[in-house]
């Protein structure tokens, strides 16, 4: 009898992280035929973490990094799992000791999306409207454009959303085309938004596996799907980000693409949560120097940032 291979992938329950877990499920099964052969020896084990559980409050006043791999990384550590599937949005710029991301799989659509029943787009929402996010970035985005909006935390999974925005709760609400995409559900999305209107999050779009720093087992399995373009864009990104020692606390924004001819080009920036003070900043060069332009754009802006920036009002740190 040979031996049949098992591999543990956690991930969290919501059905956009078990949706993406399924998509590398296949892809493993794609990529290896010893593993197609014995589908069953792909386990999904689901993971509850503090993001998951606090849904009352905003994610920058639960705080800090890894509010969604925390206990991923720790079922991890323990080996209880052997992989992990993370949306690299949510992915600290500091992986903890022994688990490393050697795994992105080809990036989603970057941008986020506009959704709302009365107005086809930001410019459009009524004086005073009333926005729902949980994000910093998204809210301070809109109110750099428009003070008036007000800004309103909005939580839960994309299904919680879209049935609070159905209730009227709130007059539009913002998500990641990538997460609608992912989850069948980009009709959803009355347009997406320009990323010159609303720079996308640091990795977002892109999904990351991680495994045991000394796993080699895992790193064989994961080779074989890792996209090099996805992986060195949002690895440079995350530089931009670390220099900026970004978490959900502060409202940073980041995108780097490759220009189709050995380039990349990447637009950065930070804002106060109440919309004022945007700095904005882009790079481009050759790809292979992408980690430290992003790295030095990141540098420009904290230079020109003042401790206020890192600050949510009313929430210390
Ligand atoms: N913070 C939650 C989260 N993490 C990743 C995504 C979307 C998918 C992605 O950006 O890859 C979402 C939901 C959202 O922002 O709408």
Redesign the pocket.
């Known amino acids: 009898m040979t031996k049949t291979p098992k591999i543990r992938i956690g991930t969290r329950g919501s059905p956009?992280a078990m949706a993406q877990t399924h998509e590398v499920r296949d892809r493993l099964l794609a990529a290896h035929p010893d593993l197609a052969a014995a589908p069953e020896s792909i386990e999904i084990v689901v993971i509850q973490t503090t993001g998951d559980a606090v849904l009352d409050r905003p994610l920058s006043e639960i705080g800090g990094k890894g509010l969604?791999t925390k206990e991923i990384d720790e079922a991890m550590l323990d080996g209880r799992i052997d992989l992990a599937v993370h949306?690299?949005?949510?992915v600290a710029t500091v992986l903890p000791d022994g688990i490393v991301l050697p795994c992105m799989l080809p990036r989603?659509d970057v941008r986020d999306a506009f959704l709302c029943p009365s107005a086809a787009s930001i410019a459009e929402l009524k004086q005073g409207a009333v926005v729902g996010t949980a994000?910093l970035r998204r809210g301070a985005q809109i109110k750099a454009r428009r003070p008036d909006i007000e800004v309103v935390t909005f939580r839960g999974n994309?299904q919680t959303r879209l049935r609070k925005l159905g209730e009227g709760q709130v007059d539009a609400t913002l998500?990641?085309m990538?997460?609608l995409n992912r989850l069948g559900m980009a009709d959803k999305a009355t347009a997406p938004l320009a990323v010159d209107e609303m720079l996308p999050?640091v990795g977002?779009?892109?999904?990351g596996i991680t495994c045991r720093a000394d796993d080699e087992a895992s790193h064989r399995w994961l080779a074989p799907l890792n996209c090099a373009d996805t992986f060195d864009c949002v690895t440079a990104e995350r530089a931009f980000l670390k220099r900026l020692d970004g978490s959900c606390r502060t409202p940073i924004a980041g995108w780097a693409r490759l220009d189709g001819q050995g380039g990349v080009v990447f637009d950065g920036l930070v804002v106060r949560p109440d919309g004022t003070g945007l700095l904005e900043t882009s790079r481009s060069g050759p790809r292979a120097d992408a980690v430290a332009l992003c790295d030095d754009a990141g540098r420009e802006l904290a230079a020109s940032c003042t401790p206020d920036y890192f600050t949510v009002p009313g929430q210390g740190g």
Do not use: P, R, T
């Open positions: 956009l969604f949306s690299m949005k949510d989603e994000s994309v998500l990641a990538a997460g999050a977002q779009g892109a999904v």
